[in-house]
């Protein structure tokens, strides 16, 4: 069994940085790809980002790329996501999950363990 818990998450002004963590347990989790999910009101989860296994390959929603960048230390079972140049539509709870597989991918499915979420607001 896998628990993720994220953290970090809070209230910022547009152009602003927030740096989300999401801690897991379970011997495994070094294995698997993670990822970074965000669901704002009245909208679907959408992808965010995501980092293989061993940090070698990560991916990017396009409304986010070249500001936010996902980390992960497997000695610490943590992976991080640096969010930087915050916008109003970045408002969302975010959510970390772990992978079914070792590689990055953009599909809800594709991930099997989810944590609680973390809430992000960034005020115009």
């Known amino acids: 069994q896998v628990q993720l818990v994220e953290s970090g998450g809070g209230l910022v002004q547009a152009g602003g940085s927030l740096t989300l963590s999401c801690a897991a347990s379970g011997r495994t989790f070094s294995n698997y790809a993670v990822g970074w999910f965000r669901q704002a009101p009245g909208k679907e989860r959408e992808f965010v980002a995501a980092?293989?296994?061993?940090?070698?390959?990560?991916r990017y929603a396009d409304s986010v790329k070249g500001r936010f960048t996902i980390s992960r230390d497997n000695a610490r079972n943590t992976v991080r996501l640096q969010m930087n140049k915050l916008k109003p539509e970045d408002t969302a709870v975010y959510y970390c999950?772990?992978?079914?597989?070792?590689?990055?991918?953009?599909?809800?499915?594709?991930?099997?363990?989810w944590g609680q979420g973390t809430q992000v607001t960034v005020s115009s």
């Open positions: 980092i293989s296994w061993n940090g070698g390959g990560t």
């Open positions: 999950a772990q992978g079914r597989t070792s590689y990055t991918s953009q599909a809800n499915g594709q991930y099997n363990y």
